[in-house]
């Protein structure tokens, strides 16, 4: 099956930056959503940043202004950057790709933890 695995994650001061990449096990173009999801300790995963594939993107509101979803087709790839960090952005990050016959893919996730 299709397989998505994240990377770029670990440990970022206060402020920081990080890159997270989701790289896909065949064409991103197969997938008429990407996203980026996280889930912290004791609380519900939830939406961060998301591509379609006609080009949209959406973000959470603690993600606007931060965070910056991108995709390179050529790499199967789909990228968060991620800015001016927070500790309460301290999670793990999980990608997930929906494709065009509605199939849902999910990552192993990648923990994020920034430091006061």
């Known amino acids: 099956q299709v397989q998505l695995v994240e990377s770029g994650g670990g440990l970022v001061q206060d402020g920081g930056s990080l890159r997270l990449s989701c790289a896909a096990s065949?064409?991103?173009?197969?997938?008429?959503?990407m996203d980026w999801h996280r889930q912290a300790p004791g609380k519900q995963r939830e939406l961060v940043a998301r591509?379609?594939?006609?080009?949209?993107?959406n973000y959470a509101d603690s993600a606007k202004g931060r965070f910056t979803i991108s995709r390179d087709n050529a790499k199967n790839t789909v990228y968060l950057q991620m800015n001016s960090l927070k500790p309460e952005d301290t999670a793990v990050y999980y990608c997930?790709?929906?494709?065009?016959?509605?199939?849902?893919?999910w990552g192993q996730g990648t923990q994020v933890t920034v430091s006061s």
């Open positions: 997930h790709a929906n494709s065009w016959d509605l199939v849902d893919y």
């Open positions: 065949e064409s991103i173009s197969s997938f008429n959503v």
């Open positions: 591509v379609t594939g006609g080009g949209s993107i």
